[in-house]
């Protein structure tokens, strides 16, 4: 078993739509995780962190975090073309441990 | 200020040749991690420093493959006998600090290694 999995994309959402992303975890010890986008030839930027369970919200995305169920969560509300980026769901355990990503193509 | 910054941007080397990667982190920074990330994969971690000693180098793929950080600031990843299964972004993070535990890694731009 991996020690990040990512549910498979691509994941296509017209504008305006939220885009769902999921993202599982076998450490039952991690305490935090973060999202990051990456945009194609480019590196990961840190678009949220979470460590306590239930959501978090930052503008359009809102993060949830169940630690029972080892599973964390990113949502994307009011989807825009420029939210066209790859999205890696990483555990940090001071090193962050990533999954493969979910490549999120939102059409105008 | 400046971020990561990550020398060369790209290298193409031969099958056995001998390269390095250069690293210099964000002023202040103390912890400095180096990635891989292949193609269609997240980054998948190598080595990290806290300081200039090498605390957790068991991301490693094998003895072909070292790092330093001789004076807590620029680190340089080298690699030997370079293999074509060694293509791969090298993606460079540095740090404030590890002891928080959502401290955030700042990414470099990576060096693309094409090894021919």
């Known amino acids: 078993q991996k020690e990040v999995e990512q549910n498979s994309g691509p994941l296509s959402v017209p504008e305006g739509a939220i885009a769902s992303l999921n993202c599982t975890y076998s450490?039952?010890?991690?305490?935090?995780f973060f999202w990051y986008r990456q945009y194609s030839g480019k590196s990961p930027e840190l678009i949220m962190f979470?460590?306590?369970?239930g959501d978090k919200e930052d503008g359009r995305f809102t993060a949830q975090l169940n630690k029972a169920s080892q599973y964390v969560s990113l949502l994307i509300r009011d989807s825009q073309p420029s939210d066209s980026a790859t999205y890696l769901c990483?555990?940090?355990?001071?090193?962050?441990?990533f999954g493969a990503g979910t490549t999120v193509t939102v059409r105008a | 200020g400046a971020g990561v910054s990550q020398t060369p941007s790209n290298k193409v080397t031969e099958k056995g040749k001998y390269v390095e990667l250069r690293c210099d982190p964000i002023?202040?920074?103390?912890?400095l991690y180096w990635y891989r990330q292949s193609l269609g994969q997240g980054p998948e971690f190598l080595i990290y420093?806290?300081?200039?000693?090498?605390?957790?180098d068991s991301g490693l793929p094998n003895d072909r493959f070292f790092a330093v950080r001789p004076e807590g600031s620029v680190s340089t990843l080298k690699i030997q006998r370079t293999e074509r299964g060694d293509s791969a972004v090298y993606l460079c993070?540095?740090?404030?600090?590890?002891?928080?535990?959502?401290?955030?890694?700042?990414f470099g731009p990576g060096t693309r290694l094409t090894v021919l």
């Open positions: 993070a540095s740090s404030l600090t590890r002891g928080l535990s959502h401290n955030e890694q700042f």
């Open positions: 450490d039952r010890g991690s305490q935090s």
């Open positions: 979470i460590y306590s369970n």
């Open positions: 990483a555990v940090n355990n001071y090193k962050l441990s």
């Open positions: 002023s202040g920074h103390t912890a």
């Open positions: 420093f806290q300081g200039t000693g090498a605390a957790d």
